[in-house]
């Protein structure tokens, strides 16, 4: 049992309909701030629980978890269209799949499709119709009428309410980086505990917690001090005493203390907190539950190594759960499989999974690759290696009087895996240049990148290099010199005059020069990077920067 589908309208930054499809295991959400990744994952959890920020909506609704833009324009209407103004509600649909949700099966949705699901509303209640209507005609509103407001959950069924206790399918909602509550995530683990547990045990840890009061009551110290608080208190004539808190049967949970090596749950790290709640989730026994995990950016307060094994702990232990991650890492994108990624841009989703099996397996393999630099950027200039980063970036300075970075285009080093970065780029129509060395065989080039160039170019992949093949008679040992890559090229367009200064050499055969950046690539394009006099760039990269 998992989500298939989820439909978002009006909650937070969606403004009307938003529709995302899910894997039935693992789902990477990508996107820019303010895309939308977390308010998915709030939206998820809030149609399975009714809680919003650790704590239940009905006690917590505001006009805020609305799109601003709705209801700005509610507000408008009102002051034209008066009582025809329509108050906005909130959607969320969730779409369910797998095994025993006859009883969540109809077209009771927003699409009027027969599947199994249920609905949660935000909505006008009808009932203050009659209020509202005179508050309407006086002028009385300006703000988002919240009192007026009905949370309802509908299976798709019938129209009769559910509860959330009745979903069968249950959230977990990890984010590492919050710290709303003080004690928050110790609530959280209490109850991932209790979800282990049989009704037996849970009723002995009740019984266990009443005797603690008993015992509690029972100490001469409290007795004493409930005598001087009863003799002191004149303002009533009932009792006043200290005692434990047993207001429920299940008081024990917000009561008790979960530790680790004898320190309290949340005064360990964040990091610490964010791997054992997860495997925690993926450990839950009730499998038949098929809980949904909800991660949000694991990759906070996490190290490498610790990055690494929550990752591998999810791979191997996901089992029956379905997992959507927020992120913006590269390597746990690349690490869970870029298949399993979904863009979020302009309330639109992209999806990788049509990428070729090997371009997946190399990112998978390689996981320090950027993808996500390519992902997010307006637009991209991908380079061989940090040299050829540092050049294009100080051409474009020169051209532009600001770092790419500033306009939103992001130059990458790629190594000599273009053809996968321009993969991506083919699906999601990134507007990218490619900055390459002829090495000397333009046609050799050409077959390489056959699939974007000639008859088969993309509009939005363009691939710059130097048609021209450069020659001489330089030999490092046994092997001639390669005229035709970026040194060579840059030597080509300025003087060695120039290129003396700027190194601090004393170089009086151009050859000389050539060896010299060869070995000391980095350091030469640092130097040409912070050069303060004017330096010429070869036409190719300034073709890609155009």
């Not at 007795?223 to 024990?252: C, G, H, M, P, Y």
């Not at 950027?377 to 600001?402: H, R, T, W, Y």
């Not at 273009?418 to 780029?425: D, N, Q, T, V």
């Not at 005059?497 to 009086?508: G, P, Q, S």
Request: hydrophobic letters at 40%; glycine letters at 6%; a neutral charge.
């Amino acid at each position: 049992m998992y989500i298939k589908n989820v439909i978002i309208e009006n909650f937070k930054c969606f403004n009307g309909l938003f529709k995302l499809k899910l894997n039935e295991g693992v789902n990477i959400l990508v996107g820019d701030n303010e895309a939308g990744k977390s308010t998915i994952l709030e939206a998820i959890h809030l149609a399975l629980t009714g809680m919003l920020h650790g704590r239940y909506l009905k006690n917590e609704l505001t006009q805020y978890i609305f799109n601003s833009d709705v209801v700005s324009t509610y507000i408008t209407e009102l002051e034209t269209k008066g009582i025809k103004a329509v108050p906005p509600q909130i959607l969320i649909e969730i779409i369910m799949a797998g095994d025993g949700l006859a009883e969540f099966e109809g077209d009771g949705n927003k699409e009027r499709i027969k599947q199994p699901g249920f609905g949660l509303k935000i909505l006008f209640d009808d009932k203050y119709q009659e209020e509202y209507e005179k508050l309407v005609k006086n002028g009385g509103i300006k703000t988002l009428p919240i009192e007026y407001y009905q949370i309802q959950w509908t299976s798709f069924a019938r129209d009769e309410g559910i509860t959330p206790r009745s979903i069968p399918i249950k959230s977990a909602l990890i984010d590492s980086a919050s710290n709303r509550h003080q004690n928050g995530s110790d609530i959280y683990i209490s109850r991932i505990i209790k979800e282990f547990l049989d009704e037996e045990e849970i009723v002995k840890i009740s019984q266990s917690h009443r005797q603690m009061k008993e015992y509690f009551m029972a100490q001469s110290a409290i007795q004493t001090i409930n005598e001087k608080i009863k003799k002191a208190a004149k303002i009533t004539e009932k009792q006043i005493e200290l005692s434990v808190e047993l207001s429920s049967k299940n008081a024990w949970e917000n009561s008790l203390m979960t530790y680790l090596d004898n320190i309290p749950f949340h005064y360990i790290g964040k990091g610490e907190q964010c791997i054992i709640k997860t495997k925690l989730a993926l450990g839950h026994k009730k499998a038949k539950q098929a809980n949904i995990i909800l991660l949000e950016e694991p990759e906070n307060h996490l190290s490498h190594s610790k990055l690494n094994q929550l990752i591998k702990d999810i791979q191997t232990e996901q089992a029956a759960k379905q997992v959507l991650i927020s992120t913006h890492s590269s390597f746990v994108a690349n690490k869970l499989g870029l298949e399993n990624l979904i863009l979020l841009h302009n309330q639109k989703t992209v999806r990788l999974n049509d990428l070729d099996p090997e371009t997946q397996n190399f990112f998978q393999k390689l996981s320090g690759y950027d993808t996500l630099r390519l992902i997010l950027c307006k637009k991209a200039i991908l380079v061989e290696g940090d040299s050829d980063e540092l050049i294009v970036q100080k051409a474009f300075i020169m051209q532009n009087g600001v770092l790419p970075i500033e306009k939103g285009i992001d130059v990458i080093s790629v190594g000599t895996s273009f053809l996968r970065f321009m993969e991506i780029a083919a699906m999601i129509n990134k507007p990218v240049t490619v900055v390459t060395d002829n090495d000397g065989d333009p046609k050799a080039l050409l077959k390489k990148y056959e699939d974007y160039s000639g008859v088969n170019v993309k509009e939005n992949i363009k691939i710059c290099y130097d048609e021209k093949i450069d020659k001489g008679d330089l030999k490092i040992g046994d092997k001639a010199f390669n005229y035709n890559t970026l040194e060579p090229k840059m030597l080509a367009v300025n003087s060695l005059k120039l290129f003396n200064t700027l190194f601090k050499t004393t170089y009086k055969d151009v050859n000389d020069m050539h060896r010299y950046m060869r070995s000391n690539k980095t350091e030469c394009a640092l130097a040409l990077f912070d050069a303060q006099i004017p330096i010429q760039f070869p036409s190719y990269i300034l073709e890609a920067i155009k």
